[in-house]
């Protein structure tokens, strides 16, 4: 379909109706538009914020077209959306997105071929098929390593790290799930990330980069400004400004990235929509990823990114959900955001705080210590 503006008083559809799709729609109801979610739960963190909630599976193809026929414009907040579903949803309803970087960010091999065609360093890698294939590309990369499933994964699920060649066999076992790309350990400084956004007509806004720290594979804290040198942070904006032109983006997507020991930036992975890490500019900054995710795929201007505020972003897990009650000191300087999750489990994302300050090595030192102490005081 041709490009559109499409104007407040129209009608979002999202397909997911997880945390990402509760913002997105909390920002086009904030900005006039109405919301319309497609989630197999009833009452999922989106539907409870939406105007209309179809509760299907996301393969239901009948859904899929009760969705199109209400929704002047219709997004995505996760990848694992099935292809066929997608491609049937382009024909009968205005999916500025499309599902071509849909398709390539569902598998890790065309993911990395997509990065390395757009001029962007990823680290070595190889694709292994068989345990002999394994082998093979250890000698080739040595150890360590992190062999990763091509499809699905996602919060350090579906992947291995290997150090011994003796765990090759036991790390194997991930290839009955399909095919893995195995990628060689980069030792690294930091790791960063950046959210772009690009609009219908081809404007282009970054964010603030975030410095992100991860807790057992599962993203811990976002700090911004990252604590680097000025240059990498504009080099951290020019690799996503060119993966959003080079890759055809309409929408937002996350780029997250490894700075070397060496001070090379490479790219780690990609997601084509609203990320974790990005949930600081909700209100750490001029327009949040949210609203700016509104924006571009219905073709209005863009809003600016500029920081308002140095601070962190911190998750709240399953087993962290009560830190608020138990702290509420806390609250004096954070912003709560509590998703509406019906069951609470360890190691679930069910909220995040935000706190806007100044940071400082002793302050944070205590706020990883009274999250750390939730889970028997291991730190990552």
Not at 133 to 158: F, H, M, Q, S, W
Not at 302 to 308: F, I, N
Not at 327 to 342: D, N, S, V
């Amino acid at each position: 379909m041709a490009k559109q503006t499409i104007f407040p008083n129209a009608t979002i559809g999202i397909i997911g109706g997880g945390q990402l799709g509760r913002y997105m729609a909390v920002s086009a109801k904030q900005m006039g538009y109405r919301a319309a979610v497609l989630d197999p739960v009833k009452l999922s963190p989106c539907g409870q914020v939406a105007d209309t909630e179809i509760t299907a599976a996301y393969s239901d193809l009948e859904a899929i077209r009760q969705l199109a026929d209400i929704s002047d414009v219709v997004t995505y907040e996760f990848e694992n959306i099935d292809y066929d579903a997608l491609n049937q949803l382009k024909e009968e309803a205005y999916l500025p997105q499309g599902s071509e970087l849909l398709l390539l960010t569902q598998n890790r091999e065309t993911e990395k071929k997509g990065i390395v065609d757009a001029g962007c360093e990823v680290a070595p890698y190889r694709i292994v098929h068989d345990e002999k294939e394994l082998e093979d590309a250890v000698n080739a990369l040595g150890l360590p390593a992190v062999l990763k499933t091509c499809r699905g994964g996602y919060d350090g699920k579906g992947q291995y790290v290997i150090k011994e060649k003796d765990q090759l066999h036991e790390a194997a076992a991930l290839l009955t799930h399909g095919t893995c790309i195995l990628e060689s350990w980069v030792p690294f400084q930091m790791e960063l990330s950046v959210i772009v956004t690009r609009s219908v007509h081809g404007e282009i806004a970054t964010f603030p980069v975030a410095e992100n720290i991860h807790k057992h594979n599962i993203l811990f804290q976002s700090i911004v400004p990252a604590r680097v040198d000025g240059s990498i942070q504009e080099k951290a904006k020019e690799l996503a400004t060119t993966l959003a032109e080079k890759l055809g983006l309409v929408g937002t997507l996350a780029v997250e990235l490894f700075l070397t020991n060496e001070g090379k930036l490479l790219v780690n992975e990609l997601a084509p929509r609203p990320h974790n890490s990005g949930h600081y500019t909700l209100d750490l900054c001029e327009t949040s990823q949210f609203e700016q995710h509104i924006r571009a795929i219905c073709g209005l201007p863009l809003g600016g990114t500029a920081l308002l505020s140095e601070g962190m972003m911190v998750n709240l897990l399953g087993d962290e959900v009560d830190i608020p009650k138990e702290h509420p000191e806390l609250l004096k300087e954070a912003k709560l955001y509590l998703y509406g999750k019906h069951e609470v489990k360890a190691g679930r994302k069910m909220g995040h705080m935000t706190f806007m300050k100044q940071l400082d090595d002793e302050w944070m030192a205590n706020i990883t210590k009274i999250w750390t102490e939730r889970d028997g005081g291991n730190g990552k």
